[in-house]
């Protein structure tokens, strides 16, 4: 991959001819935060559209707020809803006792004219998203209707295998559209706002189902049989379970009498089925029961021997499917465990954009075979016309809004339009130009962030950590190694060398103004703790983020030191420039950077991550706010938000498909952002969900800081925002012993920056090593194991009083964690990177 410069964003721009004729003298040229790149000077722009003007955005900070929009638009709709997602689940919760099915099934009830297009990834195992599982659903409610309302097509791999449809966006009406981070799926019902708080209580809201799982633990109970009454006011249903024999194509008059009679019968059965299950899911008791195989309608008399083997597959542990993979989609035990908040956002678009949005996924679902349906448990796949032009009409004082996609070439082609030369890494492309246009701070929320990190501080070839190692040969690991691709590949996309290069830059400037950048990420990624995917993904977090030789840390480190030498020998101001470049080299070869403490990099880095803590039966948990979020605030002037995380598949292009909008309003002022009495501009639509933003993430603590959220470049204000961090990072670690932490014993809440050779970093596993010195008792002790919940209430007494010295939901990263291990184990790093 071609490597991208900082600096070549800087003062770049793009020209649009405003009329298509033989000669053209009139054009304009727009600002370079908008993206815009040809294959060739003179070329067809080849990114997937042009900014455009007069766009109403609406921001909401959460699954809970977002849903209840996404409902009044649905109780508006009138002729078409589109909707585009990762995973589509037709339990879904979308508020109180309101599942997906039944808010989409009420309105075309009574709606004749309305159609639902409906395009989840068809997934993959060892992936669980229930993909077939939705098409089956709304499949049946056609034949309940005795009408076509809905429509399913499961988007499958156009980028290779493994990499997925990721976007997530609905269309209502051609007139409204939603866009960011949030599946209709499960566990995205949550909060909104940080005073009504994280709720770790597993059936609160209503919550039912999969709606409260948590991934990162052990879940205790298991469904044995279909339609089992798993707790009070919880049914297991799994749509797939209803008999299904082979497919037969329409009735032909060729075929022979006794083959059309079978036929017929089979499609008597089906419609039977198709009855049940349309019963049975509009039951609001029922949700997805957690055990269900993607696959089963492939098999084509699966059912023949389901009594002989019932007994035989009593006992079995539904959480496995027959890939290995234990799904994470299962029901708590709500006496005890937590449940995982989640932390995203969506936004609400009106005008232009909205055609842009529709002609994605117009384009996605036309580029896939046009196939018929073969039984009723399948819908049909019609072709569908996306509107000319931009029809939709521009909103007063409305914001500037790109529509931006990661997709591949070969999905290029697919969609038929034009003849396009190359992979669309439009969101890519804007973090780039983001970064280098940042002026005051950077704020990024990601699910990941792995990125180049130069020379690994561990070879890949040393002995893996005693826990990793223990972790080492799990079945579906390995068998990742036999896909297709570079299996030991490291990251190569720029993102934390950019960053770094802009630190690097406010340090070596004369006339130095407060720079800060703040990133915030999930304590792990969602999984538990002794999968080797979450592992491997964790040690490349890690390498990107502190220990590799360019990793952000380390760059801004080295910028530190190499400051430090230029002024310890006195080297002129003007000879600076071309002796800095060899002189980072230097130092990152010979690793001087290491003379800098990580505390001196706080000036210009915040590491975060969130956590909330309740009582559950009376006994206190924790459990970390999953940040799904793939937001990015720059100045107080642009945003940028959609599905795209910061690693390989979402930013390279070729890879995961994705979908973003870039948004700059264009109703602003001036502010002193920065404490220093210089006015700067700003843009009302960032400015205000930035504050919004981090009013929920402080939560009761947010009137402590009226300062910071005024002036969010104040170094002051970083620093007060460092030591809450701290101090909520230490109380945690004083009442849970088994959440991620900087060192094996506890350290002065204020040293956790600081280098202390005396004390151990902390393993993967924290409990490791600090009591326990075998994997195989360490885990008993750790969430994931089942040892865990049953002595836990017993452990986490008399705990709540000191937790409730805890104000908001930030923690300090602890970026000692899994120090000097090798956790790189078995895995095909394409699929996690």
């Not at 793009?14 to 009139?26: A, G, H, I, N, P």
Request: aromatic share 10%.
């Amino acid at each position: 991959m071609a490597s991208m410069n900082l600096d070549d964003a800087m003062n770049t721009c793009s020209v649009y001819f405003t009329e298509e004729k033989e000669k053209s003298y009139e054009a304009t040229a727009t600002h370079s935060h908008w993206v815009n790149y040809t294959s060739q000077n003179g070329g067809p722009s080849e990114n997937f559209a042009q900014h455009t003007e007069g766009n109403k955005v609406d921001a909401f900070l959460g699954g809970k707020a977002y849903f209840k929009a996404l409902l009044d638009e649905f109780a508006k709709a009138q002729k078409t809803i589109y909707i585009t997602g990762w995973q589509v689940n037709w339990d879904a919760q979308l508020a109180k006792d309101i599942r997906l099915v039944d808010a989409l099934f009420n309105e075309v009830r009574t709606k004749k004219d309305l159609k639902v297009y409906i395009m989840p990834w068809n997934c993959r195992a060892p992936v669980q998203t229930y993909a077939k599982t939705t098409e089956r659903v709304f499949a049946a409610l056609n034949t309940f209707l005795g009408r076509e309302a809905f429509y399913v097509r499961l988007a499958g791999d156009q980028s290779g295998i493994f990499f997925s449809h990721h976007q997530k966006c609905v269309v209502v009406d051609e007139n409204v559209a939603f866009v960011g981070g949030v599946d209709l799926a499960y566990g995205r019902y949550d909060e909104n706002t940080g005073q009504e708080g994280y709720s770790l209580v597993a059936d609160a809201e209503g919550r039912k189902g999969m709606n409260r799982y948590n991934s990162c633990v052990y879940h205790t109970e298991s469904v044995l049989e279909l339609g089992t009454l798993v707790t009070t006011d919880t049914i297991g249903y799994d749509p797939m379970d209803e008999l299904v024999h082979s497919p037969y194509p329409p009735k032909r008059e060729d075929r022979p009498w006794e083959e059309e009679q079978k036929a017929e019968q089979n499609r008597k059965q089906e419609h039977e089925a198709a009855k049940r299950i349309a019963l049975a899911v509009l039951k609001p008791q029922y949700y997805q029961r957690p055990d269900a195989e993607e696959d089963k309608y492939k098999d084509k008399d699966k059912d023949k021997d389901k009594n002989k083997n019932k007994n035989k597959n009593k006992n079995k542990d539904k959480s496995v499917n027959d890939h290995g993979y234990k799904s994470p989609y299962h029901w708590l035990n709500a006496s005890v465990q937590p449940r995982m908040p989640w932390q995203d956002y969506q936004v609400r678009l009106c005008g232009p954009v909205v055609d842009d949005l529709i002609r994605n996924f117009v384009r996605r679902w036309n580029s896939y075979q046009l196939e018929d349906h073969d039984t009723e448990l399948q819908t049909s796949k019609p072709y569908l016309v996306a509107p000319e032009g931009y029809p939709s009409a521009q909103c007063a004082n409305g914001c500037q809004v790109q529509m931006l996609r990661s997709a591949s070439l070969k999905m290029r082609n697919a969609e038929g339009i034009g003849e396009p030369k190359m992979k669309q890494d439009d969101i890519y492309r804007s973090v780039h130009q983001l970064i280098s246009k940042a002026e005051h701070y950077i704020y990024i929320e990601n699910q990941f962030f792995i990125s180049a990190f130069g020379k690994p501080s561990i070879p890949d070839s040393a002995p893996l950590s005693e826990v990793a190692g223990s972790l080492s040969g799990q079945i579906a690991a390995v068998a990742t190694k036999a896909v297709p691709g570079n299996s030991n590949a490291e990251p190569e996309n720029e993102i934390a060398e950019w960053l770094g290069e802009r630190i690097s830059q406010t340090i070596y400037a004369k006339n130095t103004q407060p720079f800060h950048v703040c990133i915030v990420l999930p304590v792990h990624p969602e999984g538990k703790l002794d999968e080797a995917s979450i592992v491997a993904q964790i040690h490349q977090t890690r390498q990107t983020l502190v220990s590799g030789s360019r990793s952000l840390l380390n760059r801004v480190r080295q910028a530190l030191w190499v400051k430090g030498w230029l002024e310890k020998n006195n080297i002129s101001r003007a000879k600076w420039c071309s002796e800095i470049p060899a002189k980072e080299t230097e130092c990152e070869k010979n690793r001087w950077y290491e003379e800098i403490s990580y505390e001196a990099c706080a000036k210009y880095v915040t590491l975060l991550n969130l956590r909330a803590w309740s009582e559950v039966g009376g006994v206190p948990v924790t459990e970390q706010i999953y940040v799904h979020s793939k937001l990015m605030i720059v100045d107080d002037r642009y945003v940028l938000v959609g599905s795209a995380n910061i690693n390989e598949r979402s930013q390279l292009g070729d890879r995961d498909s994705e979908l973003a909008v870039m948004i700059a309003d264009t109703e602003g002022g001036y502010q002193d952002i920065d404490g220093s009495g210089e006015l700067t501009p700003y843009r009302k639509f960032a400015c205000d969900l930035r504050k919004s933003v981090w009013a929920k993430l402080l939560g009761h603590a947010a009137g402590d800081f009226p300062e910071f959220l005024a002036m969010p470049a104040k170094p002051e204000g970083w620093q007060k925002i460092r030591e809450l961090a701290m101090k909520n990072a230490g109380i945690y670690e004083d009442a849970f012993d088994f959440i991620p932490r900087n060192y094996l014993n506890k350290v002065d809440i204020n040293d956790q920056y600081e280098d202390n050779a005396e004390e151990d970093p902390s393993s993967l596993w924290p409990v490791f090593k600090s009591n326990k010195f075998d994997p195989k008792e360490a885990a008993k002790e750790m969430p994931f194991s089942a040892n865990f919940w049953e002595t836990y209430k017993e452990k986490s007494k008399n705990k709540s009083d000191k937790l409730k010295e805890i104000k908001g939901y930030i923690t300090l990263l602890p970026i000692h964690w899994t120090e000097d291990e090798n956790n790189l184990v078995d895995y095909h790093v394409e699929l996690i990177d």
